[in-house]
């Protein structure tokens, strides 16, 4: 067929989804990485092909460390795809890599390339509950950043369950459960059989060495209190047995 009758072909684009986490340093700086090696040495896959934020809003140019705070990053396997809250021109941060963009991330849905005389499609509505019939196996990763997720049946272990609101797991959660993970420390997860292997609101995190050993594999609730995960009976003792 002549190049001139060959139909133009139809570009193709999908939508892709990314779950960064966001690592705020403090003065002092050397302080705040020996804090970050402990959590680490706590949990040493926690940041593993995670993508990571870099907000320097909480320092200044003339921060003491700031000039090695990057490479001890790098150094550390945290992948930086992106800082804010800083300025390049500060010299401290003269000598960084400092990122331009990142690659990766979770595929989501196919996006259609609007023709310039086509209405915007509306926005989807946000904030609404994630419902799961399914089991989640090893290795699958579920999100809703604006909302809960409520899984009728269990979390396997590898498999992580990642909510802007609560988590609900009417089953074992045997993987991980990030829950609050847009700055909503009131969110809680829950769970039919705590077995998880790390659970995280609003960024504070625990890994499954450091649940009381009375919950689990025990109906259990985790909350927030006081920048402390606590690990609760799924019925508060003062509710059980009452009478209606």
Request: hydrophobic fraction near 40%.
């Amino acid at each position: 067929m002549p190049d001139e009758l060959r139909p133009t072909p139809k570009i193709r684009a999908r939508g892709r989804s990314f779950l960064a986490l966001v690592l705020s340093p403090e003065p002092l700086l050397a302080d705040w990485l020996a804090g970050l090696d402990a959590q680490i040495a706590r949990s040493s896959a926690f940041f593993a092909g995670k993508p990571v934020i870099l907000d320097l809003s909480l320092l200044e140019a003339g921060t003491e460390g700031l000039a090695e705070l990057y490479p001890a990053l790098r150094a550390r396997g945290i992948r930086i795809i992106g800082i804010e809250g800083g300025d390049t021109n500060w010299p401290a941060c003269a000598g960084w890599d400092w990122p331009a963009g990142f690659q990766g991330g979770r595929a989501s849905g196919a996006v259609e390339i609007p023709e310039d005389t086509a209405p915007a499609p509306p926005e989807p509505p946000r904030g609404g509950s994630l419902i799961i019939e399914q089991p989640i196996r090893s290795g699958q990763v579920i999100m809703n950043p604006d909302g809960d997720i409520i899984i009728l049946g269990s979390v396997g272990s590898g498999a992580e369950v990642t909510a802007g609101g609560s988590i609900h797991v009417y089953g074992p959660l045997r993987g991980r459960a990030i829950a609050g993970m847009n700055g909503q420390p009131d969110a809680r997860i829950f769970a039919h059989s705590m077995q998880a292997e790390l659970l995280a609101i609003d960024g504070y995190y625990i890994t499954a060495e450091e649940i009381d050993p009375r919950y689990v594999e025990k109906p259990a609730q985790i909350i927030l209190n006081n920048d402390t995960l606590v690990v609760q009976p799924l019925v508060p003792p003062t509710l059980r047995g009452r009478k209606p």
